[in-house]
């Protein structure tokens, strides 16, 4: 259901919506499980999962072997027999080994089949950089997934969305991706409805409306954005800043409606340039919305380059002040 206008909220972070909102589809869907390293007494890498296991039992909240492949594979099984799993990768780098089974079979699986047998399973993982972390901990490689037919890719910045939008995910008869932007996962606290209500995949947020240009960011990203945009608007430059909050599918109608407004454009995300969800963006734009532009889409991203260790870590990750210059150049041009 949507949210009920008169549902209590609770002020909670981010993580703790990914909890209340795996907690809402357990207790009220016994199909639901949880599963990953680490998820069951220990309550996960990032205490996502703290509680469900003393709630629901360790045939639903299940401790896994340290074997990515193993999990997702596992999972796929169980989602076409009728369940839906809900497995955990500790860190999004981690997912490597299980990339085969993801898009091997779970995204496949429904046209394989003909129709007779879905994936509804959710894969969540932590993801994104700027909490000081070692290899393969920080990677934002959010366009791997979005390249594959058949996977959906939500990635939220807020802990409204964050409950909102999984509950969608679980409850979607397809695979889904579920990217949580770690960096901002107890940075600060929202309003959440207590119980059931659901956010749409596939739509975007305008969380500030403006004329001059559009900056469309996603996840972590969507806060320094948020303050770019603040600052700026003291120089008489009037940024609109669209979460997308799903990056596949994509809201496209939302990016050239905007655009249209504006007739200038900026991205922002922590992933490397190339080939990013920002050159997906910029074409859109291109193919949807020539006529309007008046400058190049400026990308502010992260750098071609392996994520770099802590020390340089915040010369890598788009900041406030290289996210300004960027609007800046969009609506000088």
């Known amino acids: 259901m949507s949210q009920n206008q008169s549902q209590q909220t609770q002020s909670l972070t981010l993580v703790q919506a990914v909890q ?10 016994d199909d639901v499980v949880v599963m990953g390293e680490d998820v069951g007494k220990n309550g996960g890498v990032f205490r996502a999962t703290e509680g469900l296991f003393d709630e629901f039992g360790g045939d639903r909240v299940i401790d896994t072997p340290l074997a990515e492949s193993g999990i997702v594979g596992t999972a796929i099984g169980m989602a076409a027999m009728g369940m ?13 080994p299980a990339f085969d089974q993801l898009v091997s079979h779970a995204a496949r699986l429904r046209t394989r089949s003909r129709g007779r047998f879905t994936c509804p399973m959710v894969v969540r993982a932590p993801y994104g950089g ?42 979607d008869p ?8 770690k960096l901002i996962y107890r940075a600060f606290r929202g309003d959440v409805p207590e119980g059931d209500y659901e956010v749409p995949i596939g739509e975007a947020a305008v969380r500030r409306e ?26 008489g430059i009037d940024a609109e800043v669209v979460d997308l909050r799903t990056v596949d599918p994509m809201d496209k109608e939302t990016i050239v409606e905007s655009f249209e407004k504006t007739g200038r454009a900026a991205v922002v995300h922590e992933a490397p340039k190339t080939a990013g969800i920002g050159a997906e963006i910029a074409a859109t734009i291109q193919e949807e919305a ?7 889409v400026e990308r502010v991203a992260g750098y071609d380059v392996p994520y770099p260790l802590y020390a340089l870590e915040d010369y890598y990750l788009p ?7 960027g609007i800046r150049n969009a609506v000088e041009f």
């Not at 209340?20 to 869907?29: F, G, H, V």
């Not at 799993?85 to 780098?93: A, H, K, R």
């Not at 397809?174 to 932007?181: A, G, H, R, S, Y």
């Open 319 to 325: 900041s406030v002040t290289r996210v300004e210059e």
């Open 20 to 29: 209340d909102a795996l907690y809402t589809e357990m207790k009220q869907d």
């Open 84 to 96: 839906k799993p809900v497995p955990e990768m500790q860190f999004s780098g981690f997912m490597y």
């Open 290 to 296: 020539l006529l309007y532009q008046e400058a190049p």
């Open 174 to 181: 397809d695979p889904v991706v579920f990217l949580e932007p």
């Open 210 to 235: 403006g004329t001059d240009v559009s900056v469309y960011c996603y996840g972590a990203m969507t806060r320094p954005t948020m303050e770019a945009a603040e600052n700026l608007a003291d120089e």
């Open 130 to 171: 700027g909490i000081r972390a070692p290899e393969h901990h920080s990677e934002s490689k959010e366009a791997f997934y979005a390249h594959e037919a058949g996977l959906k890719v939500v990635i939220p910045s807020t802990p409204y969305d964050t409950k909102g939008l999984l509950i969608s995910a679980i409850r």
